[in-house]
């Protein structure tokens, strides 16, 4: 059974930075692609980042082009880990924030996304940004 945890949400003011962490279990994880996803109130769930590996040593990451720049996404195969480490954070960046998971390339799932969502969701972590 795949489970996908997220924890490191949390109120912050804007200009702050916040890291998020996702643990992984039930799942070969290093075969995935995972990503954060994020919606806000009122709003569709929409892509942040994702990063794939593809074996050799070469990691692949995208980002949504609201947070290029601001946002870093890394994954800890070991530990079957991903984390999202967001800096200078906006007001609008308040949100609920999930990790995922899809097999297959972090392009592939950027890319896709929303026309088929990812295999595996987690519970979502709150971030909000107050002005």
């Known amino acids: 059974q795949v489970q996908l945890v997220e924890s490191g949400g949390g109120s912050v003011q804007a200009g702050g930075s916040l890291t998020l962490s996702c643990a992984a279990s039930g799942l070969t994880f290093s075969n995935y692609a995972m990503g954060w996803f994020r919606q806000a109130p009122g709003k569709e769930r929409e892509f942040v980042a994702t990063i794939s590996w593809d074996g050799s040593g070469t990691y692949y990451a995208y980002y949504a082009d609201s947070v290029k720049g601001r946002f870093t996404i890394s994954r800890d195969n070991a530990k079957k880990m991903v984390y999202l480490q967001m800096n200078r954070l906006k007001p609008e960046d308040t949100a609920v924030y999930y990790c995922?998971?899809?097999?297959?390339?972090?392009?592939?799932?950027?890319?896709?996304?929303?026309?088929?969502?990812?295999?595996?969701w987690g519970q979502g972590t709150q971030v909000t940004v107050s002005s």
């Open positions: 995922a998971a899809s097999i297959g390339t972090a392009q592939a799932m950027a890319s896709s996304y929303p026309s088929k969502g990812p295999d595996y």
